[in-house]
């Protein structure tokens, strides 16, 4: 099972199945309330899909969007913001993969896709 995460900020309704519809071949998800998680699935091929957005994350201006699956339209988590980014043009973050359990927080890195273009950032 494949597991991608992103953190879209000010996420307004219907962003994300407005960018997953030209991305995924079947798209059951209604992100018209962002005040609670949602819930949905999709179909990419003949894989069936989750999607779990959690408003709220990171200090409440930001929206994990959360895709699981056995085939997913991307690879990695950058390849997915870099989707996200191009259709929605709002700030888009990830991690780039190579933390680990253990390793210092304040070290940690994260990818920012915005206006200014890609680069690894500490969140805060």
């Given at each position: 099972?494949?597991?991608?995460?992103?953190?879209?900020?000010?996420?307004?309704s219907g962003d994300v199945s407005g960018?997953?519809?030209?991305?995924?071949?079947?798209?059951?998800?209604?992100?018209?309330?962002?005040?609670?998680?949602?819930?949905?699935?999709?179909?990419?091929?003949s894989e069936r899909l989750r999607i779990?957005?959690?408003?709220?994350?990171?200090?409440?201006?930001?929206?994990?969007?959360?895709?699981?699956?056995?085939?997913?339209?991307?690879?990695?988590?950058?390849?997915?913001?870099?989707?996200?980014?191009?259709?929605?043009?709002?700030?888009?973050?990830?991690?780039?993969?190579?933390?680990?359990?253990?390793?210092?927080?304040?070290?940690?890195?994260?990818?920012?896709?915005?206006?200014?273009?890609?680069?690894?950032?500490?969140?805060?």
């Amino acid at each position: 099972m494949q597991d991608l995460e992103i953190y879209i900020r000010d996420l307004e309704s219907g962003d994300v199945s407005g960018w997953l519809s030209g991305q995924l071949d079947h798209l059951e998800l209604n992100d018209s309330d962002l005040n609670g998680v949602v819930k949905g699935a999709g179909r990419y091929g003949s894989e069936r899909l989750r999607i779990t957005l959690y408003p709220g994350a990171f200090g409440k201006r930001f929206t994990s969007v959360v895709l699981e699956g056995e085939r997913l339209p991307w690879h990695s988590d950058l390849e997915c913001a870099r989707s996200a980014w191009r259709v929605l043009d709002r700030e888009v973050r990830c991690s780039p993969g190579d933390w680990q359990e253990g390793d210092p927080v304040e070290d940690e890195k994260w990818w920012r896709l915005d206006h200014r273009g890609e680069q690894k950032v500490v969140w805060n």
